[in-house]
């Protein structure tokens, strides 16, 4: 989240009226992110959170508030899209795409308990399962054809080894594609920061639009990548038994997910080493951005290649 297209009280007041949540009382801008464009809107009938698609066109746009819609009303704390007066979820506004969903309790946590990690694997479980319904399927944005292109991008960039780092684990995830293995819709960024926590609660999952339809591991590995990462780039065991215990509760992991869950961990390190080397070499213009260090990942990816036995169970 980030706000690349500026609105303005009057520009969001006109919009409102479409809409009926009443008068606007507040409008702030949400700095943190990088893809969409979002504020936090304050009206008389309650506070909502205002998005701007910058990259999503209106043609992607139904499967991620649909997607929304249904997990909410099968008891997910997410976003659930405000229909405006015709019913529509989607609208637009100053030119780009626009929707805007229930505001959330809780916040967003930096340095995570194992209460708190084993609260959101049994979430992801829980999502993972209520999805099981949802019959709209979207390929991920994200997947082996992106990595390949994108690390093209951005490997001029790097040094002589770190560039054969990222050719190699590009091709090796390309031939390994983690399949026979339960697949169905996954956020893909659960990471801390889409994650409201009150307490040891899951208050709300938040920002799916990169949410899409693949292996149910693979997005329980980019969770425990950040939830239960040490300092030092290596999963905390006992952060990461709690979430896939408490997520293996919600919902039992197959005996292939247990064989596979090593690659699991590399591809989904793979995915955010290349995204954030191409948000920090080929930035696009924005008001406020925050881009991530790239580092980070690219450490979590070598020490997940020279674990033999990553923790499990």
């Not at 992607?60 to 008891?75: E, I």
């Not at 994108?150 to 090796?172: H, I, R």
């Not at 450490?299 to 169970?313: E, Y």
């Amino acid at each position: 989240m980030a706000v690349f297209t500026s609105v303005s009280e009057a520009d969001i007041a006109a919009w409102l009226a479409n809409y009926s949540l009443g008068e606007l009382l507040e409008l702030q801008g949400i700095p943190a992110g990088i893809e969409n464009t979002n504020y936090f809107v304050t009206t008389g009938n309650g506070r909502f959170v205002l998005t701007l698609f910058e990259k999503l066109t209106a043609d992607d746009l139904p499967f991620y508030l649909n997607l929304m819609s249904h997990l909410a009303r099968h008891g997910i704390p997410c976003p659930a899209p405000v229909a405006d007066r015709h019913n529509r979820f989607l609208g637009e506004l100053n030119g780009k795409p626009a929707c805007i969903v229930s505001r959330l309790s809780g916040k967003s946590v930096t340095q995570p308990t194992v209460a708190q990690c084993a609260a959101v694997g049994a979430m992801l479980g829980q999502m993972h399962s209520a999805g099981q319904s949802f019959g709209d399927v979207m390929l991920n944005p994200r997947g082996s054809a992106w990595r390949f292109e994108a690390s093209q991008q951005v490997k001029k960039f790097l040094s002589a080894q770190d560039a054969a780092l990222l050719e190699s684990e590009v091709e090796l995830h390309a031939k390994n594609t983690l399949s026979d293995i339960p697949r169905g819709v996954i956020h893909a960024d659960l990471f801390r920061d889409n994650v409201l926590m009150e307490d040891e609660r899951v208050g709300g999952l938040i920002d799916f639009y990169f949410a899409c339809t693949g292996n149910l591991l693979y997005d329980v590995a980019i969770t425990a990548n950040d939830w239960c990462m040490g300092a030092d780039g290596k999963l905390d065991a006992e952060r990461a038994r709690a979430m896939l215990r408490a997520y293996h509760s919600a919902r039992p992991f197959t005996a292939k997910e247990a064989e596979v869950w090593p690659l699991a961990l590399r591809v989904a390190a793979l995915r955010f080493w290349i995204s954030r080397l191409y948000d920090l070499h080929l930035p696009r213009d924005a008001e406020m951005v925050k881009p991530h260090d790239p580092e980070q990942f690219k450490r979590i990816l070598q020490n997940h290649i020279a674990t033999a036995r990553p923790v499990w169970l």
